[in-house]
């Protein structure tokens, strides 16, 4: 009974945290200005926090620079943009197996309206149900498949990526990776995030 209790008072922190956080996203959103963010040394930075704070049987968080060398500059404000990478990544960590590993990618690419920076976070976990890839986005959606822990979320953490993602002309979307048996079979889910390069960078 202890241990339901304290779990639900974490959770119940969790969502606090979760809401003041939200509520403060806002309203940077609204009075701060824009400026050149580098993603690369943003990203770097919060993968390394979390390999050097990682616990026993904890995902490992590993970072790989598809073009290191070119810039990879957006116009943005670099606080909403690390609460991006710090909720995906947490995420990712609560549906990964002991042990397992989170895998942030940093890449550019080209788009109809111009070059972007996409980054991609991947894990090991059980995926997400198909008719639930956009429905995950919504604020306070909870549902967790079969056999995995709730964990400490609020449900609102993917909902302030996606918010975040747009008000910095750019987008979120969640796919399933094909596991090795082909067909239906799952590797783990895939969130995808593109922003839009800074012009002066391209």
Same mark, same amino acid.
């Given at each position: 009974? $202890?241990?339901?209790?304290?779990?639900?008072?974490?959770?119940?922190?969790?969502?606090?945290?979760?809401?003041?956080?939200?509520?403060?996203?806002?309203? &940077?959103?609204?009075? &701060?200005?824009?400026?050149?963010?580098?993603?690369?040394?943003?990203?770097? &930075?919060?993968?390394?926090?979390?390999?050097?704070?990682?616990?026993?049987?904890? /995902?490992?968080?590993?970072?790989?620079?598809?073009?290191?060398?070119? %810039?990879?500059?957006?116009? !943005?404000?670099?606080?909403?943009?690390?609460?991006?990478? $710090?909720?995906?990544?947490?995420?990712?960590?609560?549906?990964? #197996? /002991?042990?397992?590993?989170?895998?942030?990618?940093?890449?550019?690419?080209?788009?109809?309206?111009? #070059?972007?920076?996409? @980054?991609?976070?991947?894990?090991?976990? +059980?995926?997400?149900?198909?008719?639930?890839?956009?429905?995950? *986005?919504?604020? *306070?959606?909870?549902? $967790?498949?079969?056999? =995995?822990?709730? !964990?400490?979320?609020?449900?609102?953490?993917?909902?302030?990526? $996606?918010? @975040?993602?747009?008000?910095?002309?750019?987008?979120?979307? /969640?796919?399933?990776?094909?596991? +090795?048996?082909?067909? &239906?079979?799952? =590797?783990?889910?895939?969130?995808?995030?593109?922003?839009?390069? =800074? %012009?002066?960078?391209?």
């Amino acid at each position: 009974m $202890r241990e339901v209790i304290a779990r639900d008072v974490i959770r119940l922190d969790r969502l606090i945290t979760d809401i003041s956080n939200l509520s403060r996203l806002e309203g &940077e959103i609204v009075r &701060e200005k824009l400026t050149p963010v580098d993603i690369e040394r943003l990203i770097d &930075e919060i993968v390394s926090i979390y390999r050097d704070t990682r616990r026993e049987h904890q /995902a490992n968080v590993t970072l790989k620079i598809e073009t290191r060398g070119k %810039p990879s500059v957006v116009m !943005g404000r670099e606080g909403p943009l690390g609460q991006i990478m $710090r909720n995906l990544i947490e995420n990712a960590r609560s549906f990964s #197996p /002991a042990d397992g590993e989170v895998r942030v990618t940093l890449d550019h690419k080209s788009r109809l309206n111009g #070059p972007a920076i996409r @980054i991609v976070v991947d894990d090991d976990g +059980p995926g997400v149900p198909h008719d639930k890839l956009e429905k995950i *986005f919504d604020r *306070f959606y909870t549902d $967790r498949p079969e056999g =995995a822990k709730f !964990g400490n979320n609020s449900g609102l953490g993917l909902s302030i990526v $996606r918010q @975040i993602a747009e008000t910095h002309k750019g987008r979120v979307w /969640a796919e399933n990776r094909p596991g +090795p048996q082909g067909g &239906e079979s799952v =590797a783990g889910a895939r969130f995808v995030v593109e922003l839009p390069q =800074a %012009p002066f960078t391209v």
